[in-house]
């Protein structure tokens, strides 16, 4: 019997130290500074259109990648935890380029031509997804 216990806390004691290893690495891993990093160029219609007709095509090229996106406001609101997101037009009525902020922003209105960089997450079947997004320019 104490054979077996000495071998319950052995497995216990592997399994904390893999845990708390998995944990520090995934929490102190640095954060990516999209600011600086190069960034593929593409319109928000363009995204859109790739991701919408081949999805597993759109992750193979954009997924986690930084994007420079070029598109038209649609809308602008905040999320459920405050993030300014800016919304870009597509060529579908029903769907957008849903770009999230780190920083909030202000002073802008639908229509407006603009250009932001970001890391793509993905697309959800209507809205492909910008995140960590900064302001590189406004174009009118």
Not at 12 to 35: M, Q, T
Not at 75 to 81: E, G, K, Q, R, V
């Amino acid at each position: 019997m104490a054979k077996i216990s000495k071998y319950v806390v052995s497995t216990v004691i592997v399994l904390l130290i893999i845990i708390a290893g998995i944990y520090f690495y995934i929490f102190n891993s640095p954060h990516r500074d999209v600011e600086n990093e190069d960034a593929l160029t593409i319109t928000a219609d363009s995204l859109y259109t790739i991701y919408s007709n081949n999805e597993d095509g759109g992750n193979a090229l954009f997924l986690d990648k930084t994007l420079q996106v070029t598109g038209e406001i649609l809308d602008t609101l905040h999320n459920n935890i405050g993030q300014s997101v800016l919304l870009l037009k597509v060529n579908s009525e029903l769907s957008s380029v849903v770009c999230t902020f780190t920083e909030s922003i202000d002073n802008f209105i639908p229509s407006q031509i603009i250009i932001v960089k970001g890391i793509c997450s993905g697309y959800d079947g209507i809205d492909v997804k910008v995140g960590k997004c900064m302001l590189v320019k406004t174009l009118n």
